[in-house]
Nanobody, 132 residues
């Protein structure tokens, strides 16, 4: 049972990347999903999530309008499309999943990011480096 993230790399500011995260051993269909990131010297922070019921996604303010989260139950995968990347987006990105709809909400995102609260699965990170 695991989440496997991929798609990171080195890009220039303004370019795009698409992160993927494949689930194995369980189905993402009834899970809330999210992406988090940790920049060098910083705590892990929440980036985006979608509730298990497929409601509108949430995003941290700094990525609104540039990032898009999605889930594909046919491939049991989740994605993070990242456009107009900035140097400040440089970080290791992690995917995560939880069997609770309440898990996806900005009000508890910090608690989840720093304590794994309510989270069943974390993927190993994929490094995104954005150069100026």
């Amino acid at each position: 049972v695991q989440l496997q993230a991929s798609g990171g790399g080195l890009v220039q500011a303004g370019e795009s990347l698409r992160l993927s995260c494949v689930a194995s051993g369980f189905s993402l269909e009834h899970y809330s999903i999210g992406w988090f990131r940790q920049a060098p010297g910083n705590e892990r922070e929440w980036v985006s999530c979608i509730r298990s019921g497929g409601d509108e996604p949430y995003y941290i303010d700094s990525v609104k309008g540039r990032f898009a989260i999605s889930k594909d139950t046919a491939t049991n995968s989740m994605y993070l499309q990242m456009n107009s990347l900035k140097v400040d987006d440089t970080a290791v990105y992690y995917c995560a999943a939880a069997p609770h709809s309440w898990w996806c909400h900005p009000l508890i995102a910090t608690r989840i990011a720093t304590t794994d609260y309510g989270t069943d699965y974390w993927g190993k990170g994929t490094l995104v480096t954005v150069s100026s």
